[in-house]
């Protein structure tokens, strides 16, 4: 769990995760996202709270990590690193992203739709670099 690849690859992620979750929501869909909010207001904070960002970020890079490693079964690369992050993807934006829709006012279905597009890029491509970590830092099978 605590391996040189696990850890190596946590960080490569939770880097993607912090700057491009930035890059994807932060600054190219923001004004999209803003024309398509439900009634909540006061819903996102105009400040992040860096520490929590920066902790979130590293923790789902390291579930990503550990549950890929298991996942792959020994077959990594970018490939099914890519595959493994839409799938988690399709888990959050669009499964979890419907529920949301349908039990707050926080976004129209406008929007729901397109975070799942790009939720799937986002964890699509943490998941590619995953991927691509553990291809480069493993030799033959690892073992539990």
Same mark, same amino acid.
């Given at each position: *769990?605590?391996?040189?690849?696990?850890?190596?690859?946590?960080?490569?992620?939770?880097? #993607?995760? =912090?700057?491009?979750?930035?890059? &994807? #929501?932060? %600054?190219?869909?923001? +004004?999209?996202?803003?024309?398509?909010?439900?009634?909540?207001?006061?819903?996102?904070?105009?400040? @992040? +709270?860096?520490?929590?960002?920066?902790?979130?970020?590293?923790?789902?890079?390291?579930?990503?990590?550990?549950? =890929?490693?298991? #996942?792959?079964?020994? /077959? =990594?690369?970018?490939?099914?690193?890519?595959?493994?992050?839409? #799938?988690?993807?399709? &888990?959050?934006?669009?499964?979890?992203?419907?529920? /949301?829709?349908?039990?707050?006012? %926080?976004? +129209?279905?406008?929007?729901?739709?397109? /975070?799942? %597009?790009?939720?799937? %890029?986002?964890?699509?491509? *943490?998941?590619?670099?995953?991927?691509?970590?553990?291809?480069?830092?493993?030799?033959? @099978?690892?073992?539990?």
């Amino acid at each position: *769990m605590f391996s040189k690849t696990n850890l190596l690859s946590t960080l490569a992620a939770a880097i #993607w995760a =912090y700057f491009g979750g930035y890059l &994807l #929501w932060g %600054i190219l869909s923001v +004004d999209f996202f803003n024309d398509h909010l439900g009634s909540a207001t006061g819903v996102m904070r105009d400040v @992040p +709270d860096m520490v929590h960002l920066i902790l979130g970020c590293i923790i789902v890079a390291f579930a990503i990590s550990t549950i =890929y490693r298991k #996942w792959a079964n020994s /077959n =990594y690369g970018a490939g099914t690193g890519f595959t493994f992050g839409f #799938w988690i993807a399709i &888990l959050i934006g669009l499964g979890e992203g419907l529920v /949301n829709f349908a039990t707050s006012n %926080i976004s +129209d279905i406008t929007a729901t739709l397109v /975070n799942v %597009i790009i939720t799937i %890029i986002f964890y699509g491509i *943490m998941g590619l670099i995953v991927g691509l970590v553990y291809s480069k830092t493993t030799s033959g @099978p690892v073992t539990a």
